[in-house]
């Protein structure tokens, strides 16, 4: 065996160790999340809440520009290609569907992945090297249960409504340059939008988003968990947080459309 | 003035190595109920590894670590927290949680397993406090403090639950002399008032003699010496003398590497 086949052995077995571990990370969580709550092991919600405020209501000022913008862009777009048909009526109804369906769950979510995934690794990560996670175990307090499951519902929770305000911000936007610069009728944008959604759209972007904060949380904690090596590996696993998250969170979009597209 | 020489802590024939590497060959040594029990050694003898074993972070390859008898090793993840309940540790940084006030610190492990009234835990983090002498600065931030001060805060979150165990890890390093002095003396007199049994791990020679009723001296993953103060400090063994006295010639070596020197460079 040549020494570059050994090395990418190397790499693909700590692939699979990390997707490993990363799985009982998850099953670990949910166990703190579903089973010990009725085990009289309460939720902290106090902590969950001052995540919520961290992740979300702070995201939300960022999620609404980059999701006005996308709306003005979508509409553009769309209209310079339907104009050749004579079409720039149904821009209205493609902005609405792909806004929903895709860009606006996908669009929040990577802006989170870079916020928020980024921002848990270096905080716990720092935590790990500073051995506060290991005072945590040493009194006998699941740091899972005290640091990562508060992240993990503020995520869960906070990424689908940002994902409703983007869809709304979105299709403002949308409106904004559809009955400004292109000359669509105000009530006819509306009345187009209402009718080209259907409520299994929104919903599929939804049930994405709550994949994606799922993604962002796992492997912003779980990133921070490994973290070895002082500052630098804090740096380190920083960068690896967001990257991957972003990966992930692209791969599983595309998956999820896959079986949308099949299966509704 | 003890009252019974009751072995608390046995630690029998531990082993433990990393990627093959051995840290830990063979440990053996026994701690009595309410006393100072030192362990010295260099940088990189397994110290720390050793005190890991202890507070059950890491688990041995082999051997056994008895505290009231029963082997710790063996514990589950629920019997571990059970043990864990027992005993308070001082790390060597604090590791005091940023996030929260000096106060929340000293009372999160009395929120997390009582269900004592906030003011009860009020009045307790209160006394704790007061009793490293850090009483007027309960609303501050760790960072907001300074190293010494940390410790001390991270001494009194360690006594929260009223351990009959503290471990220290180098609870002294990087402190000045009059701060060594204030830690060094707690510990005595957690030991010798309350009935605390004390497990510390320095290398710093003075406050490990002025503390301890026993030590050992580990030098590359074994128990080299062990007695009293008195024992160690007369000891025979040329390379616990180099220790103690801080020589730089003497059978412990500077250089840790494997090959010769000159090998080495013409290699370049």
């Given at each position: 065996m040549s020494s570059a086949e050994a090395r990418s052995e190397g790499r693909t077995m700590l692939f699979l160790r990390h997707l490993t571990s990363i799985s009982c990370f998850f099953v670990e969580t949910m166990k703190w999340t579903l089973v010990k709550p009725f085990q009289g092991k309460p939720l902290r919600l106090r902590s969950a809440i001052a995540q919520m405020d961290e992740v979300g209501v702070k995201s939300i000022p960022i999620v609404a520009l980059v999701s006005f913008v996308i709306g003005v862009i979508l509409v553009l777009q769309t209209a310079y290609q339907l104009d050749k048909f004579g079409a720039v009526g149904f821009a209205a109804s493609l902005a609405g569907v792909a806004l929903t369906r895709e860009m606006a769950p996908l669009l929040t979510a990577i802006v989170l992945a870079g916020r928020v995934s980024a921002a848990f690794t270096a905080e716990l990560g720092t935590m790990m090297v500073t051995e506060e996670i290991t005072a945590l175990e040493v009194m006998a307090i699941s740091p899972v249960a005290y640091l990562v499951v508060p992240r993990f519902l503020a995520m869960v929770v906070m990424l689908p409504c940002l994902t409703v305000l983007s869809d709304v911000i979105g299709m403002a936007g949308g409106y904004f340059v559809g009955t400004l610069a292109i000359g669509i009728r105000p009530a006819l944008y509306i009345h187009d939008t209402i009718n080209a959604l259907l409520v299994k759209d929104i919903m599929s972007g939804l049930v994405k988003s709550v994949v994606f904060a799922v993604i962002i949380a796992m492997v912003g904690c779980y990133t921070a968990f490994v973290v070895k090596g002082g500052s630098e590996g804090v740096g380190k696993s920083t960068m690896i947080s967001v990257v991957t998250s972003l990966i992930s969170i692209i791969l599983a979009d595309c998956l999820f459309t896959a079986i949308f597209y099949m299966f509704m | 003035m003890r009252l019974a020489l009751e072995t608390l802590i046995e630690v029998k024939n531990l082993c433990k190595s990393f990627e093959g590497r051995p840290v830990l060959e063979g440990i053996n040594l026994a701690v009595e109920r309410g006393s100072v029990f030192v362990i010295m050694g260099g940088s990189g003898c397994g110290k720390t590894t050793l005190l890991r074993n202890l507070i059950g972070v890491i688990r041995p390859d082999s051997g056994q670590i008895l505290v009231g008898g029963e082997d710790i090793t063996l514990f589950d993840e629920k019997r571990m927290d059970g043990y864990r309940k027992r005993f308070g540790m001082l790390f060597q940084m604090g590791a005091?949680?940023?996030?929260?006030?000096v106060r929340d610190n000293i009372a999160l492990p009395l929120r997390e397993h009582t269900r004592l009234d906030e003011k009860i835990i009020g009045v307790m983090v209160k006394m704790k406090l007061e009793l490293v002498g850090l009483r007027d600065f309960e609303h501050l931030k760790p960072a907001q403090l300074s190293g010494g001060m940390q410790k001390r805060v991270a001494l009194a979150r360690a006594l929260a639950l009223d351990p009959e165990i503290v471990f220290y890890d180098?609870?002294?390093?990087?402190?000045d002399p009059v701060v060594t002095g204030v830690i060094s003396q707690l510990i005595l007199d957690l030991s010798k008032r309350m009935g605390i049994t004390s497990v510390v791990i320095t290398h710093d020679i003075g406050s490990a003699f002025m503390i301890a009723d026993k030590m050992v001296v580990l030098f590359r993953g074994k128990v080299v010496a062990e007695g009293t103060p008195q024992q160690i400090r007369e000891s025979p063994d040329p390379l616990v003398q180099q220790f103690i006295h801080g020589r730089?010639?003497?059978?412990?070596?500077l250089r840790q590497s494997s090959r010769d020197y000159l090998e080495d460079l013409l290699d370049i």
């Open positions: - | 005091l949680l940023n996030s929260l006030s180098e609870p002294t390093s990087g402190l730089p010639d003497g059978p412990i070596p």
